[in-house]
């Protein structure tokens, strides 16, 4: 494995920097308790999230067709808890008003949301455009920009059309020619308001999840090949779409475009070199499997080599990894405008031994155990820790694997409760307090051009198969309201002191550092 001395040697320099902030094996390198009391940079972008399923609602309405989401929550209704679906929601679909007065509200200066491909598209072709669809995102971007708010657009957070899927989703390469007819008819609908784009939110949970081990929609499951034949048809799909801006539309509209990847941080459980291997591996076959190929045109080498090697053991006639052409490699390298993650929690990793040769999985492929250790603050998801000084770890490794010269963007960042925690200033409000202060340390101490963090989120939403038993946002949605009620929680007046100060304590040292975000 030719990453090992470049691993070990990046592991070694990490803790030696660490003097007086951590020691080895204690986890926490890096990290201090103490609250930065610098100013983030000035022009820094603050924002809040959301996705279409998860806030809109009017899930039939003015012509929308199902997305793979709706078809969950009729055809599988015991999928969510009593009925806690997206078909209402948040209703966002008739409150824009109302939302766009809480983003005033709260001074955020971006604002990230999805456009629901079966909204825009019923069918999923482009022979087939709803015009009411389209309308109503013009109208919301329209008053994001009267109020000096930029729109963050995702053009896919998920929720494929049911008739895309109803012919193989993402494990039908069809689909490419038809997300990139999607992705240019938004650039010409919205492209002159719209400068910042990611063309798919958290790909691993698409493929992963809806396509191999499980956990998410469309549930077509294909253990150990389904994630591999869906990654690579959703890169090449990116690829071109990011090509068709270069070509048609950025010389004019002068827009980012990107993909948001999502990663827990993965910390070396010991010191030894098999566990700093192994969370090295766990990185790059996570964050690693999409940003490598856009960043330098082809998969992790600890990828190819691995999924090569087991799947000749199996007796396969080829990988179960496929394999970018020249071309293509050439089209994905340098496809992006800005590194982005979404980042909530923080695993521990160590080695373990090489499954059976039969076992075909992604997990047997990539040979990393991971685990959170018990006395770690919990919350109300099993998966979710608190663990702040991964923050700082996980953009400084970004920095070094992937550069930062085009800038980094949190994209998405918050705490799960039950959702009706009002009082949530010593849970939620510390959580974005810590966490900020890590990653300004990123700034200051580590020089990693990071310029922007965008919250999840604005208010309660639809948690997906969870409905709202767990929640993230910052105002309260009362969803047995006619009018979905929003009221805020104590961390949203936090929330709204820090992006409308640059500072997380009561008073900071003014910036040294100013960001020309576009």
Not at 373 to 392: H, L, N, Y
Not at 435 to 444: C, G, K, P, R
Not at 476 to 488: A, G, K, L, Q, Y
Request: glycine share 8%.
């Amino acid at each position: 494995m030719r990453l090992s001395a470049l691993v070990l040697a990046a592991f070694c320099g990490l803790v030696a920097q660490s003097q007086g902030e951590g020691t080895p094996g204690s986890h926490a390198h890096l990290f201090s308790d103490e609250v930065s009391n610098i100013a983030f940079p000035e022009g820094f972008m603050w924002g809040y999230a959301s996705a279409a399923y998860q806030v809109e609602g009017a899930w039939d309405e003015d012509g929308k067709g199902e997305s793979i989401w709706d078809f969950d929550a009729h055809n599988n209704p015991d999928w969510f808890p009593e009925g806690q679906n997206g078909d209402v929601g948040c209703d966002a679909y008739h409150n824009t008003e109302v939302d766009i007065e809480l983003l005033k509200r709260q001074g955020v200066n971006t604002y990230r949301f999805s456009i629901s491909w079966p909204r825009v598209l019923p069918t999923g072709r482009i022979d087939n455009i709803n015009e009411k669809g389209l309308a109503y995102y013009r109208d919301l971007i329209q008053k994001l920009k009267e109020n000096n708010i930029e729109p963050l657009v995702t053009m896919h957070h998920w929720d494929n059309p049911r008739i895309i899927e109803d012919e193989g989703g993402f494990l039908n390469e069809d689909i490419i020619p038809a997300f990139v007819d999607y992705a240019t008819l938004l650039f010409e609908n919205f492209g002159e308001d719209v400068k910042w784009w990611a063309t798919f939110n958290e790909p691993k949970q698409t493929c992963s999840g809806g396509y191999d081990s499980g956990g998410f929609s469309p549930q077509n499951l294909h253990p150990g090949r389904g994630a591999y034949i869906c990654a690579h048809n959703l890169l090449r799909a990116h690829a071109k779409a990011y090509r068709v801006y270069d070509e048609r539309f950025r010389a004019t509209q002068k827009g980012k475009v990107s993909m948001v990847i999502d990663e827990s941080w993965v910390e070396p459980a010991t010191n030894s070199s098999e566990d700093i291997l192994a969370a090295e591996r766990g990185s790059l076959t996570t964050y690693g499997w999409y940003a490598h190929p856009i960043v330098y045109g082809d998969y992790p080498e600890v990828m190819r080599e691995r999924v090569d090697r087991r799947s000749a053991e199996q007796g396969l006639s080829e990988s179960r990894l496929p394999s970018f052409t020249e071309e293509e490699k050439e089209e994905l390298k340098g496809s992006y405008d800005f590194l982005a993650v979404n980042m909530y929690t923080t695993v521990l990793a160590t080695d373990k031994e090489e499954a059976p040769v039969e076992e075909i999985s992604l997990g047997a492929d990539f040979r990393v155990r991971t685990y959170q250790p018990d006395d770690w603050e919990k919350t109300v998801s099993d998966w979710f820790k608190v663990v702040p000084w991964g923050a700082r770890h996980l953009v400084r490794w970004i920095r070094d694997t992937y550069g930062d010269e085009k800038g980094i963007i949190v994209t998405e960042n918050g705490y799960t409760d039950s959702g009706n925690v009002m009082e949530d200033l010593d849970t939620r409000g510390r959580y974005h307090k810590m966490y900020l202060s890590n990653l300004n340390d990123a700034i200051y101490k580590d020089d990693v051009n990071l310029i922007g963090y965008v919250a999840w989120s604005l208010m309660n939403d639809v948690e997906w198969y969870a409905g709202w038993t767990n929640n993230l946002g910052h105002y309260h949605v009362d969803f047995n309201s006619p009018n979905r009620t929003r009221t805020p929680k104590e961390s949203a007046a936090y929330y709204r002191k820090v992006v409308t100060s640059n500072c997380l304590v009561e008073s900071c040292e003014p910036s040294v550092k100013k960001i020309q975000l576009l």
